[in-house]
Nanobody, 123 residues
Framework: QVQLVESGGGLVQAGGSLRLSCAAS????????MGWFRQAQGKEQEFVAVISWSGGSIFYADSVKGRFTISRDNAKNMVYLQMNSLKPEDTAVYYC????????????????WGQGTQVTVSS
């Protein structure tokens, strides 16, 4: 099994940037697609971005397209989410997840995920 630990969250003003990191340990995750999801208070998990094992396929939610960038470094067992031009509506707990069995945008498809990191964007 793979264990994931997210970091890099925090409080930022609208228009600012944050870079989230997701560190993987356990079995190799280098062949697994990896995704980022978020959950705002009182809402369902929401797909944010996903990247294939090679990085050759990347998809974003429309709400973050052009502002967020997902990347991975398989040699370092890391996945990243660069978030620019942050908005108050980006406030949520952000989760890293891996190895979807089915839809890459469906939280329920993923085999493992981390504990999340809080991102708060003030207006």
């Amino acid at each position: 099994q793979v264990q994931l630990v997210e970091s890099g969250g925090g409080l930022v003003q609208a228009g600012g940037s944050l870079r989230l990191s997701c560190a993987a340990s356990g079995r190799t995750f280098s062949t697994d697609p990896m995704g980022w999801f978020r959950q705002a208070q009182g809402k369902e998990q929401e797909f944010v971005a996903v990247i294939s094992w090679s990085g050759g396929s990347i998809f974003y939610a429309d709400s973050v397209k052009g502002r967020f960038t997902i990347s991975r470094d398989n040699a370092k067992n890391m996945v990243y989410l660069q978030m620019n031009s942050l908005k108050p509506e980006d406030t949520a707990v952000y989760y890293c997840a891996g190895d979807p069995d089915g839809s890459w945008v469906d939280w329920g498809s993923y085999a493992y995920w981390g504990q999340g990191t809080q991102v708060t964007v003030s207006s």
